[in-house]
Structures are given as C-alpha cells and as structure tokens.
T-cell receptor, first 109, second 113 residues
C-alpha cells in the first residue's frame, strides 16, 4: 500500500531551526516533494528531491534517503510567516502525487 | 504563465443536492488531477487524467462522483447527491507529462449542510 508519515504538529521559536521528518512506503518512486500550505490557500511548491542528498534553497533545505524511505525539510531562521502546514508528497506510479497528512508548524515569538 | 484556474471559490449546498466544479489547467499541461482535502488532512487524489483519458480513478466514489475532461483541456468534477462528509476543499492540479512539476489551483471550498 501507499503510506506517508509525518508529525501532525510542531512548535518552534522565531529565529530558530526546525526539522520536519517524513517517512514513506509507496509503489513506485519518481521523486519527493515538499509543499507549504497556509490556511485557506492552495499548496505551494517548496522543494523536490529525486536523488539522495541535500537540496538547499535559501532558508529551506530538503534531504532524501531513498534506501531508508526518509526525507526531511529543514527551515532556518524561522519567521512568523512560516507558520503553515507542510506537506510531504511522493510522486508514485503513473506520476500521481501521494500526500502525507501534513505537519502544522506554529512559530512563536 | 497563467496558473490553474478553478471556480467557484466557495459553495454551500444542502445534502442530497448536486454540485459541479470547474478547472482550467495551465496551457500545454497534459496531466490533470482532482484532489479532495478534508480539514486537517493532506490532499487525497480522486482522479488523474492524461489528455482526455482517465489514468487513475481508484479512489473516486463513483456512486456519487463523476469527472470528465473533454478535449483534453478543461475539466469538471460533479457530486450528485452530496453528503455531509463531502465538505472539503477540492483542489485541481496540472503538470507536464514526466516533469514532476505540479501546479495547484486555489481550490473550491465546499460546505454541505
């Protein structure tokens, strides 16, 4: 079956670093995505990993280990506007995107 | 480039009524997806089209949901009759074949009362 797990919620302090983990078991793997979703809005693309290793993009980095079925999203220098839901998604058979339940991140002053 | 367009933005209906949502994908994107996102959960794939053919509709409740993509461009998703548990945001997304780049529309928030 298809299974993507991530923590339901996390809290962190403004200016700090937070790591959101994601583990997956899917039939087929064409890459792993991280999306940010603010309340009432559509998901917006953050990062894409298809090979093992770390991808860095400004304050956001994403890591993938295909052998372990594991990824994480690292957010540095947290800002209040980073409070949102973070969705881990795997591109599976036929290119369909399978999502985890999302991690609700609250950034406190 | 223009994004994925969806309408309406919000819809409130009574249970047992019918409703339809419309999606216009990014020009040239062959693959179109409909997702259902219940509050507090991640999006769940309902149906995937490639051009005007269905690739995957295994999680579409076919007794009440239907979708079509005539001419391989616009798509409509219909619910008939609606149930209370259909209250959710319905997201449309499109992508180029094999590109891995998915773009989401703003979604339609459906409330069934």
């Amino acid at each position: 079956g298809q299974n993507i797990d991530q923590p339901t919620e996390m809290t962190a302090t403004e200016g700090a670093i937070v790591q959101i983990n994601c583990t997956y078991q899917t039939s087929g793997f064409n890459g792993l995505f991280w999306y940010q979703q603010h309340a009432g809005e559509a998901p917006t693309f953050l990062s894409y990993n298809v090979l093992d290793g770390l991808e860095e993009k400004g304050r956001f980095s994403s890591f993938l280990s295909r052998s372990k079925g594991y990824s994480y999203l690292l957010l540095k220098e947290l800002q209040m506007k980073d409070s949102a839901s973070y969705l881990c998604a795997v591109s599976s058979d036929g290119g369909k995107l399978i999502f985890g339940q999302g991690t609700e991140l609250s950034v406190k002053p | 480039e223009a994004g994925v367009a969806q309408s309406p933005r919000y819809k409130i209906i009574e249970k047992r009524q019918s409703v339809a949502f419309w999606c216009n994908p990014i020009s040239g994107h062959a693959t179109l997806y409909w997702y259902q996102q219940i509050l507090g959960q991640g999006p769940k794939l309902l149906i995937q089209f490639q051009n005007n053919g269905v690739v995957d509709d295994s999680q579409l409740p076919k007794d009440r949901f239907s979708a079509e993509r005539l001419k391989g461009v616009d798509s409509t998703l219909k619910i008939q009759p609606a149930k209370l548990e259909d209250s959710a945001v319905y997201l449309c997304a499109s992508s180029l074949v094999g590109s891995g780049g998915y773009t989401f529309g703003s979604g339609t928030r459906l409330t069934v009362v």
